[in-house]
């Protein structure tokens, strides 16, 4: 029987009619290439309707608009702007390379682009405009656009692409509906915990996954919004957290490395700082005890661009529980299955790849008619883990990281983790090379802490000497570089790295 | 353009999946004539799915199923079995007289009533339930149901009916989709912030507006339960305060100014307690500043049947501030209206009807086509308003409350907090009853505190003394009783006291 309840659209509308409305004092800080920016949600919201306004008079109104833009006020803006007036927001990666961003923005049919001033690219087929005090003053004049359609939640808000190391970029599209039930699961308590006494920064990029739906969030419920802008380096971020009293930053772990690194050098602080959050890889314990040791939580959220980034979400007090990916948030549920895809029990010990559905999981790739759904219901998310019984999830290695050695599995995370709990060593990463005898077998890239020396003899005694490998799970080979390969969006870039094993054994050779 | 998100229901199964999955070990307390019930979330959840087989069995799938019953366990297992199985679980008042219980239950159509033992009320047409020990057993012997359908989101889960002191009582029915949208709002840090580290004590009754979702956003997020069960007193509450370590619990103003009045006398505390959740009526200054000295902060909650409990929340760390009611919460707009529909602003000045919408505000009434909103989008109060320019609601009146003398407004409200704030009052309501030369005119009615006297003269010169009324604003008479009449649903019964009046003026002539 139907209920009496009012047909009432979840969009982002209804988000930024609180934006409007409630909280019309509270602060937007933008770091930009012009200075720091602030404004009040009033001035914001104000400007959204400009924005709006000049999109309509653009003939841009409900189309598909590419950003290339860092974290700012700007960016921001666009955010509503073009879903309120039902088109699709774009966010592409600025760490693309050219080619790769003529292809998405080709498979997205935008019509416009809006770039930040310092990305390098050019596409004389479609308009495009600079972010910058010029295209501030253009929308400066247009009077505020009025009315908001009502847009249905189902219809797609922000769309992005994932960054594969392997084949073409992916194109998702998060909808009106996900954004706002997602955003709101991040305000529960038990999950991010925003709330208007916060002041929340957003590290990671707003060109991907809508910034983890953080800036959503944020606005949602009045908390005070930082975009740390183009480039941030680790002074930027602490310098930020200092003079804008920033309680809570979402970062990748990368980042935390760097920023802790930073403050120790310098014999800063991070006072303000109640709690980072942190994911994409898994946060080193090593940087959990420095973070807490400066009064900072870890909250360790695990989550990937198919699930509208964070999915699951652990905030344990025990230290040594943080690498643990944690337990489903609001709106998603989990299960563990085989390779034949059979169900697991979440007994703790049982290995399997993890699959997920929920209400801002990815059904279909665009462009593609193609479910991907397991049993037409679970997204398979190429993660190997092991489920507690109380749900809490660890995730043991990426399926297609897992290295086998003679028949038997070494897993790549726990080796990493082991080698970056050594004193001396800043980062480490390990991929699986191939070998005649065993299949595969480990080799390690490791970055020394500044100023210190380590051996290859030395880190291999430090694992022998934490037990927790066998003899045949340690690498054959460690290497020392400057910087880890990263992918665009900070992951390990282990298919560049394989690459880089081969010349180094070519050489050798 | 679609999204590429899949389409997942917000269901009690949703929620349901969490309960059984994730939080098994967490414990729900009931207290029952046969005493102290415990038991683990895991318990609980294999519990409902024999309850559903018990209810298959009996053919009561996917029917409507009337509750006459308390905030037990057993009726906590119902507000999950019957919805689950796409079924309509209808709260009957247990308040309502015997008459009404027919009228709403025939309304409704409910198949099968499961009623507490101590409730008298008969209905030989209909199958009947007694909550007992030998009901247990026959549950306990079921074979646990296997797979609950994925019952779309807009179908109706929970019914009950409005006690309006006037007219017939009302249906509303909530949905799937409203019941999960507003627990998780709950859970929000700037609204309930409810915690799987808290201890929830629910004392808003399940027997309306399904103890305003309480129980669901507890259970959702793994919070421990606790349920007062039939007919608690101040002495029960604040036993189970300390024996459970209650954190936050839930109840209408007049119940916490016993369990103050309870702790005063016998000396008692309240130190588990962080927070107490009220509403349905303004808490007074008083009662706030006696919790805060306990070490208890107060969120003031407003809202009503039609918007599914808790529309808005004021959780102001400023006293003076709490008589506000506060923010609207995720998923609730409001609005301001003149008598002629037209919006006023938000400027703390203008005073006009609050109106609301959103997605767990109701449309229309049960077996009633008419859609009840004003321009087909905002549900009408019946609250007189004030609302600040951030947003925040002032509730002056409700309509039919304002007391219209000599052409000008006296708000009861206003009168009735001043009388209360006198120090020897315990409760006070203020009625507007018919004048020949003013049109109406206020009189008071006063529960004095136990043990001290207090005149009419007494109250009337602190009134003056207040300066906050003209003179004709002061009511024309003061009429000590011993309690204040409240409604089925705790709310000041008006019309009994104008009826009180009148005896009492035939009496004198």
Redesign the interface.
């Known amino acids: 029987?139907?209920?009496?309840?009012?047909?009432?659209n979840?969009n982002i509308r209804?988000i930024f009619?609180?934006v409007e409305?409630?909280?019309?004092?509270q602060e937007i800080i933008s770091r930009t290439y012009e200075g720091i920016k602030r404004y009040t949600y009033r001035d914001f919201s104000l400007r959204v309707r400009k924005l709006a306004s000049f999109l309509k008079q653009k003939g841009l109104a409900g189309e598909?608009i590419a950003t290339i833009a860092w974290n700012t006020h700007r960016h921001l803006e666009l955010y509503f702007a073009v879903p309120l007036l039902n088109g699709?927001l774009h966010t592409v990666n600025v760490r693309f390379h050219p080619t790769e961003m003529d292809y998405v923005i080709k498979e997205m049919g935008d019509k416009a682009i809006f770039k930040d001033k310092d990305i390098e690219y050019k596409n004389d087929s479609i308009t495009s405009f600079i972010l910058d005090e010029k295209y501030d003053e253009e929308v400066e004049v247009q009077e505020p656009f009025a009315e908001f359609p009502d847009v249905d939640e189902?219809?797609?808000?922000i769309a992005c692409f994932t960054s594969g190391t392997t084949g073409k970029p992916k194109?998702?599209?998060?909808?009106h509906?996900?954004v706002f039930?997602h955003s709101?699961?991040l305000?529960?308590?038990?999950v991010l915990?925003?709330?208007?006494s916060d002041t929340v920064m957003t590290i990671v990029p707003m060109f991907h996954i809508s910034g983890w739906d953080t800036p959503f969030a944020s606005l949602?419920?009045?908390a005070r919004l930082v975009l740390p802008g183009p480039r941030p380096k680790a002074e930027d971020i602490v310098n930020m957290i200092k003079s804008f009293g920033v309680t809570i930053a979402i970062a990748a772990p990368t980042v935390w490395i760097d920023v802790v690194h930073y403050v120790e050098k310098e014999k800063g602080d991070l006072s303000p700082l109640k709690a980072v959050v942190t994911g994409g890889a898994e946060p080193p314990l090593g940087l959990i005890k420095k973070l807490s040791e400066y009064g900072v939580k870890t909250y360790h959220a695990w989550g990937m661009t198919e699930t509208?980034a964070i999915a699951t979400i652990n905030k344990s007090d025990d230290i040594n529980r943080l690498s643990e990916q944690g337990?489903?948030i609001?709106?998603i549920?989990t299960a563990l299955i085989d390779v034949d895809g059979k169900e697991l029990p979440?007994d703790g010990r049982s290995v399997g790849e993890l699959v997920v559905?929920?209400?801002?999981?990815?059904?279909?790739?665009?462009n593609s008619p193609s479910n991907i759904?397991h049993n037409n219901t679970w997204?398979r998310t190429g993660d190997v883990v092991k489920i507690k019984?109380?749900?809490s999830i660890k995730v043991v290695d990426r399926l297609k990281d897992l290295i086998k050695s003679g028949g038997e599995w070494i897993s790549s995370v726990d080796l990493e983790n082991a080698i970056m709990s050594y004193e001396k060593v800043l980062e480490a990463a390990v991929v699986g090379v191939p070998d005649e005898k065993w299949g595969e077998r480990p080799v390690a890239f490791v970055v020394k802490k500044p100023g210190v020396e380590v051996t290859e003899e030395e880190i291999i005694n430090y694992l022998k000497s934490l037990n927790m490998f066998a003899k045949w799970q340690l690498p054959d080979k460690i290497i020392f570089i400057d910087s880890i390969p990263k992918t665009s969006t900070g992951k390990l870039d282990k298919k560049a790295m394989r690459e880089m094993v081969k010349k180094f054994i070519e050489k050798k050779g």
Do not use: C, H
């Not at 189902?154 to 808000?157: D, L, P, R, V």
């Not at 305000?187 to 038990?190: F, T, V, W």
């Open positions: 029987m139907d209920s009496t309840i009012m047909d009432y979840l209804a009619w609180r409305k409630l909280y019309s004092n598909r699709i189902k219809q797609g808000a194109g998702v599209i998060y909808s509906r996900s039930i709101l699961s305000m529960a308590k038990d915990g925003i709330s208007s949602m419920t009045g509208e337990y489903p609001p709106g549920e979440w559905r929920g209400a801002f999981v990815t059904k279909r790739y665009f759904l997204l019984e109380d749900g």
